[in-house]
């Protein structure tokens, strides 16, 4: 059982930029490709970024490429979203999950509870 707590969420300005972290307990952390998902109020989570077990192999979803890197240390457990240029569209809550390097949320076996992110305009 893998249990998964992020961080690193704010309220920041438009052109801003935030660094998220996921922290992973309870498991073989470099065992899982792990992904970052979000989700505003009344729309359905989102796919952001996949990084796969070794760190080798990355996705980005169409909304943040370009402008956002997901990368992970595997001896610290802990797996983090570098997110530049933000706009306020990117406001949600971002939560980072275990499992499958997959673009689809049931492809993942654990989430943590997410940070909110809030950019201003």
């Known amino acids: 059982q893998v249990q998964l707590v992020e961080s690193g969420g704010g309220l920041v300005q438009a052109g801003g930029s935030l660094r998220l972290s996921c922290a992973a307990s309870g498991g073989t952390f470099s065992r899982y490709n792990m992904g970052w998902f979000r989700q505003a109020p009344g729309k359905e989570r989102d796919f952001v970024a996949a990084?796969?077990?070794?760190?080798?192999?990355?996705y980005y979803g169409n909304s943040v490429r370009g402008r956002s890197t997901i990368s992970r240390d595997n001896a610290k457990n802990t797996v983090y979203l570098q997110m530049s240029s933000l706009k306020p569209e990117d406001t949600a809550v971002y939560l980072c999950a275990a499992g499958g390097y997959s673009t689809r949320s049931n492809d993942y076996n654990y989430w943590g509870q997410g940070t909110q992110v809030s950019v201003s305009s």
């Open positions: 990084i796969n077990w070794s760190g080798n192999q990355t």
